[in-house]
């Protein structure tokens, strides 16, 4: 018994092109909805401020790097 087997260049394009947007689907949907199901997996996780944030907030009353008026 002998199979004939035909792929065209036309399936397989519509077939990588299949693969190629469930890819993107992935990645796009990962974006959008990402944080939120990484804080719900991470949940014994502490949120935390971020390091930058800490260091570039100065205080009110902080010395300017600027010289004083007199």
């Known amino acids: ?19 190629l ?3 993107a689907g992935i990645g796009a ?3 959008t909805f990402g944080s939120n199901l990484k804080n719900k ?3 014994w996780k502490k949120d935390e401020p971020a390091p930058e944030a800490a ?4 205080p009110a009353d902080a010395p300017e790097d600027k010289p004083s008026e007199q």
């Open 1 to 19: 018994m002998e199979i004939f087997a035909y792929l065209d260049p036309g399936s397989v394009s519509a077939a990588l092109a299949a693969v």
């Open 21 to 23: 947007a469930g890819i």
């Open 41 to 43: 997996l991470m949940f």
């Open 29 to 31: 949907a990962f974006r």
């Open 55 to 58: 260091a570039t907030a100065t």
